[in-house]
T-cell receptor
Framework: AQSVTQLDSQVPVFEEAPVELRCNYS??????LFWYVQYPNQGLQLLLK??????LVESINGFEAEFNKSQTSFHLRKPSVHISDTAEYFC????????????FGKGTKLSVKP | GAVVSQHPSWVICKSGTSVKIECRSL??????MFWYRQFPKQSLMLMAT?????????EQGVEKDKFLINHASLTLSTLTVTSAHPEDSSFYIC?????????????FGQGTRLTVV
């Protein structure tokens, strides 16, 4: 069975500081990996995804994540955060099968302070 | 990306009544949609897989008679919470787009916050 572990439930950080949100997964097969962001009282929006190819993937708003197969990790990073990045971030994994459902981590709440 | 619309975005109902939540794929056809439930400070938990034209597949521990799912068309799935109780208060989110199928990501609705009083 697949599982996703987000090690930090909350990450407070000051504006313009770098941030890393950690995500580890377990699966015996190849996976697709995703980061979703949830702003208050809203649904989930895809931030970035790894399907294959380059292990470093980037989003349009400055986030990046690196797939590390040996460490089974997919940590999310941003070199300089903004107040508007305050949200909850979910790591998710899909490992195949006829069903398309994703397995989510418990989420990390990023709070950016001025 | 594709758009999934969920309605209503929030609803308050009395205990014992039923509430219907709609999930629509606006610009693509979805033979499969997924319903998730999110408890406060917790992750999304898959409740059921909605299959167009056939019965939904429920995850273990989810009462199918309480959470009725209907997927009557390729663009609409509905979740009805029957005889709602305060413990059913939660954030419900639907998604469409099969990661392993034609698309490579799941598209989520904006969620419905249900409060049962």
């Amino acid at each position: 069975a697949q599982s996703v572990t987000q090690l930090d439930s909350q990450v407070p950080v000051f504006e313009e500081a770098p941030v890393e949100l950690r995500c580890n997964y377990s699966s015996s097969v190849s996976v697709y990996l995703f980061w979703y962001v949830q702003y208050p009282n809203q649904g989930l929006q895809l931030l970035l995804k790894y399907l294959s190819g380059s292990t470093l993937v980037e989003s349009i708003n400055g986030f990046e994540a690196e797939f590390n197969k040996s460490q089974t990790s997919f940590h999310l990073r941003k070199p300089s955060v903004h107040i508007s990045d305050t949200a909850e971030y979910f790591c998710a994994v899909y490992s195949g099968g006829s069903q398309g459902n994703l397995i989510f981590g418990k989420g990390t709440k990023l709070s950016v302070k001025p | 990306g594709a758009v999934v619309s969920q309605h209503p975005s929030w609803v308050i109902c009395k205990s014992g009544t039923s509430v219907k939540i709609e999930c629509r794929s606006l610009d693509f056809q979805a033979t499969t949609m997924f319903w998730y439930r999110q408890f406060p400070k917790q992750s999304l938990m898959l409740m059921a897989t909605s299959n167009e034209g056939s019965k939904a597949t429920y995850e273990q521990g989810v009462e199918k008679d309480k959470f009725l799912i209907n997927h009557a068309s390729l663009t609409l799935s509905t979740l009805t919470v029957t005889s709602a109780h305060p413990e059913d208060s939660s954030f419900y989110i639907c998604s469409a787009g099969e990661v392993g199928g034609a698309s490579t990501e799941a598209f989520f609705g904006q969620g419905t916050r249900l409060t049962v009083v």
